[in-house]
T-cell receptor
Framework: NAGVTQTPKFQVLKTGQSMTLQCAQD?????MSWYRQDPGMGLRLIHY???????DQGEVPNGYNVSRSTTEDFPLRLLSAAPSQTSVYFC?????????????????FGAGSRLTVL | SQKIEQNSEALNIQEGKTATLTCNYT??????LQWYRQDPGRGPVFLLL?????KEKRKERLKVTFDTTLKQSLFHITASQPADSATYLC???????????FGPGTSLSVIP
């Protein structure tokens, strides 16, 4: 059981380049989400999905695209990278309201992807 | 807009003492409040959850309180150990099916 797998772990881009951060989970979680973490800012929600074919914007969606064609995968796309997108990105998933023992949206996180945009 | 604040400074305490971390929120009515632990270079890990109708929750050396009138949660680690050194994040959700919003985190250092 791998949990939440993020690739790549590290990436350096030049301004204007595009790339996709991959996130896959093998826990049959309905809910998947992307956060970015910057020093002193905590985790800020970029996009989230409550099931295949359904996505919604979080707190900081500009400059990022997502899609959810399968339950397992939730890729994050940067169409034209900017230095302001230099950050550590975390993918997280959950059973949403079906979490055993709590019934709440308790998240399982991936190990993170560190992105530098020059 | 909604805002979540945690202890603004890093917290340093002596081993064996009780660490108390604060989470305050405004413009929000969460049904659930969660606490996560994050070690350097790793993703956050869930620790505890408390519901709006619960005053207190305990798990081993951890205790969480939730005061919806004050819009505040306190997170206590009793008999703290150097291994408890990490960043602790509070997180809120309005319902069971809602997105999760995080505070900025508090860095805790337990000094031997």
């Amino acid at each position: 059981n791998a949990g939440v797998t993020q690739t790549p772990k590290f990436q350096v881009l030049k301004t204007g380049q595009s790339m996709t951060l991959q996130c896959a989970q093998d826990m049959n979680h309905e809910y998947m989400s992307w956060y970015r973490q910057d020093p002193g800012m905590g985790l800020r929600l970029i996009h989230y999905s409550v099931g295949a074919g359904i996505t919604d914007q979080g707190e900081v969606p500009n400059g990022y695209n997502v899609s959810r064609s399968t339950t397992e995968d939730f890729p994050l796309r940067l169409l034209s990278a900017a230095p302001s997108q230099t950050s550590v990105y975390f993918c997280a998933s959950s059973y949403l309201g079906r979490q055993p023992s709590s019934g709440a949206n308790v998240l399982t996180f991936g190990a993170g992807s560190r992105l530098t945009v020059l | 807009s909604q805002k979540i604040e945690q202890n603004s400074e890093a917290l340093n305490i002596q081993e064996g003492k009780t660490a108390t971390l604060t989470c305050n929120y405004t413009n929000y009515s969460p049904a659930y409040l969660q606490w996560y632990r994050q070690d350097p270079g790793r993703g956050p890990v869930f620790l505890l959850l408390i519901r709006e109708n619960e005053k207190e929750k305990r798990k081993e050396r951890l205790k969480v309180t939730f005061d919806t009138t004050l819009k505040q949660s306190l997170f206590h680690i009793t008999a703290s150990q150097p291994a408890d050194s990490a960043t602790y994040l509070c997180a809120l959700t309005k319902t069971s099916y809602d997105k999760v919003i995080f505070g900025p985190g508090t860095s805790l250092s337990v000094i031997p």
